[in-house]
């Protein structure tokens, strides 16, 4: 199923979870994926505990279901790796479900990163996911997601955004929007300072004017 | 904001540290001591011989939690690190700006004038604290004292080289030093001031300034390692094996601020007195067992107050400001910022 990449194209390899970053915001991507800043908060403590539990759950069978957790994923034409929460296999057909604690976005972060999961089960099974499922922890309802041409091209254009930003180690500056409120990092963003910022020398002399 | 969590220092010779579930636990002649749950620490300090089991360090390096090991002065050992450390591209950018005057004598600049500012703020505070009681010789050598330092740090802030604002931070040093004594104005005898000292401290206000000035440079240095920089390449002090050159230059600014100020406040309301130091044969002055807990706890309590920062604008606690400053000069080398805005206390 997955052949021998070199070892220079699996250390290019673009991590799908930073796909979700990129949408949400391309500069949270960066500080996570380039700088390499974490900043844990009860959303995302509680996003790590759901996943622990979901990815740690044994192999099973259900109604003539094979339920995978915790499957690595990876597309070498697209560059893409990451891990499933769940691959359910209707027969043969690979069927990508991902957890998320929240409810339904009006943004379509969830639905790239469960596209992207399916493009890496085509590549990887060489047959087509013409769906999958994202299931909501707060609303506790499973919204099944159909990978159709528009979600391809989109999660396409935030794949080469994304890879095009972390190669070339770039971080882009700041923007307050009303996403920082629901960011864990924005105090190692600054957006309010950042965005905007003034001339360092000459606020050192105001500063010393009394 | 980043949050301001706890730090615990472990101060007995014979502690065991070791994890229980999701909790820190400290043991002492087989007893349990004390248990902290993890998620709510920031750093644990360690001073003497004290052991901890690989569990509790896996642990700590995992959640980002600082766990260090300092000899009974102050002086940095060893630090647990996880693999979760840092931008490659951030400490390149570090070098880089260390090797260009151009670029890194502004940042250099900032931290001094920074620095005389900040020494003239402890000034004035002593000054709007205590000046009624001074005789009018005295006072006036204070207000000679706090015109000078602000003169300084004008001058700095137009500083074109290195060696000049080396020559400028020297001149503050002299002019804050020689009032120091005369801001320890409910001190009694023991507890004076006799010229800066360091190796070793020749008197009881040396050796408190040291520790804390100890207890400074290990959140510094935390601090830049936290944000991803390398602790040993600074700006204003060169490299020099061994020296944590970055830390040195983060200190400069928050020294009267975090430590001066609280040496002072500390020994005139007689929070810490003679007893509480040791005078080895050679001179050598020490803090005691005892004498350290004082500090520790009064350090923990500076570090917990509130302040404006003046760049972000932001309420921070004190001890969160090396930290922000960290993330700032982080900004700057990333290009966010197009310099480094130094703290200066108000």
Known sequence: M???????????????????????CPRQCALIHVERIWSEDSATAQGRLLHERVDGGKPDRREGIKIVRGMVLRSLTLKLSGKADVVEFHGQQPY??????????????????????????EEMFGLTVPEGALF?????????????????????????????????????????????????????????RLEKPPSVSKWLLRQLVD | MRRLLNTIYVTSEDAWLRKDGENLVVEAD????????????????????????????AACAEKAITLSFLTPEGRFQARV???????????????????????????????????????????????????????????????????????????????????????FEGEAANVY??????????????????????????????ALLSFLYAMLGHDCRSALEGVGLDPQVGFLHT???????????????????????????????????ARDFVVDAGGAISLTEDGRKLVLIAWQERKKRELRHPFLGESAAMGLVAHLQAR?????????LDGYPPFIWR
């Open chain 1, 2 to 24: 997955l052949p021998p990449p070199d070892q220079h194209s699996e250390d290019t390899l673009t991590p799908i979870s930073a796909l979700q970053h990129h949408l949400f």
């Open chain 1, 96 to 121: 990508p479900v991902e957890y998320k604690r929240g409810r339904p976005k009006r943004h379509r972060a969830d639905e790239v990163q469960l596209c992207a999961q399916a493009l890496c089960l």
């Open chain 1, 136 to 192: 909501y922890g707060e609303t506790r309802k499973r919204t099944v997601v159909s990978i159709d041409q528009e979600l391809r091209r989109l999660t396409l254009d935030v794949i080469a955004d994304c890879r095009t930003m972390i190669g070339e180690g770039r971080t882009p500056p700041p923007r307050r929007t009303p996403a920082c409120r629901r960011c864990s990092l924005v105090g190692e963003c600054c957006p309010d």
């Open chain 2, 30 to 57: 087989g007893k349990e001591r004390g248990r902290a749950p993890l998620h709510a620490l920031e750093g644990v300090v360690c001073f003497n011989r004290t052991g901890a089991s690989p569990a509790l360090m």
């Open chain 2, 81 to 167: 690190e996880g693999a979760q450390t840092g931008n490659v591209l951030l400490r390149r950018a570090q070098y880089r700006m260390a090797d260009d005057p151009s670029r890194s004598v502004p940042i250099v600049r900032g931290i001094v004038t920074a620095k005389a500012a900040n020494q003239r703020t402890v000034l004035l505070r002593a000054l709007r604290d205590h000046g009624e009681k001074l005789e009018t010789p005295q006072r006036k050598a204070f207000e000679d004292a706090e015109a000078r330092l602000g003169r300084i740090a004008r001058r700095t802030a137009e500083a074109e080289t290195i060696d000049v604002i080396r020559g």
């Open chain 2, 177 to 206: 030093f020689g009032v120091f004594d005369a801001m320890l104005h409910a001190a009694p005898r023991e507890l004076r001031f006799g010229g800066r000292s360091r190796r070793p401290p020749l008197d009881r206000v040396n």
């Open chain 2, 239 to 273: 490299d020099r094996p061994g020296r944590a050159s970055l830390a040195l230059d983060l200190m400069e600014e928050l020294r009267p601020v975090l430590a001066d100020r609280l040496a002072l406040t500390m020994i005139n309301r007689g929070q810490i007195k």
């Open chain 2, 328 to 336: 700032l000069l982080s900004r700057h080398l990333r290009g966010d």
